[in-house]
C-alpha cells in the first residue's frame, strides 16, 4: 500500500500533465493517502476496534470518500493514472462490500488471527486479516550465540536457562527459527525491553 502512495508521487514528480490535469491527480494522491488511513480500524490501547460503533463510523464516512473521488476530474489523463483511480475506486467498493454483505468481524474467527509464521506468496496476508497483523519471518529471531554456547560448554540445551538468557539479552524467544531479516524492527516500531 505505501508503495502504491510511493509510486503516485514518483509519479507526478516524474510524468508531463495535460494543463490542470497535475493538480487533479495530485488530488487522487491525497485522496490514496487519506482512504489508506480511514480503511484502517481504530485502535483502542493497541487493539482494533471491530465493534459495531466502530463499523457503523466506516460506514457514514465512507461515501465522503466516494463523493471526493467522483470529484477528481480524470479527463486526459494517461491510461496508468486512470487505473489509479480505478483502484483506489476498487478498494472503496470492496470496504462498501465488506461493511454490508461480508462482515467478517462477525462471522470469520480467522479474522483475528493476526501473526504470522511464514511470508505468503501473495503481496498481502491471504484471506482477510485483522490490522495490524504481526509478521514473525520481518523479524531476526535466531539466537545461534546462545546455543553454540551452551554446545561448547558441553552443557545440554536447558529451555528454562534459555529464557533466563532470553530475558537478559531482550531478544525475542525464538531461537530454533532461522528467518533472514526483512525490516528493522526500529523501523517497524519495535522497543526493546530495555528501553
Known sequence: ????????????????????AAGDYAELARLANDWRHFEQPTMNHCVPDYGASAMAAKADGLPAY????????????????KV???LIE????????????RRPWARDPSLYATVFGERSDVPQHEGVTAAPSIDLFAYDVRQPDYSRQQEAA?????????????????????SLIETEMVDSPMQIGYRSPQE
Request: contains cysteine.
Open 1 to 20: 500500500m505505501r508503495s502504491l502512495l510511493a509510486f503516485l508521487s514518483f509519479w507526478l514528480a516524474a510524468c508531463p500533465f495535460p494543463a490542470g
Open 154 to 174: 558441553g552443557k545440554p540445551f536447558n529451555l528454562a536457562d534459555f529464557f533466563a538468557h532470553m530475558n537478559e539479552s531482550g531478544t525475542i524467544p525464538f
Open 66 to 81: 466516494r463523493a471526493r473521488l467522483r470529484a477528481i476530474d480524470s479527463q486526459g489523463w494517461s491510461a496508468a493514472q
Open 84 to 86: 489509479d483511480r480505478r
Open 90 to 101: 476498487a478498494e472503496m467498493n470492496g470496504l462498501d462490500f465488506d461493511l454490508r454483505v
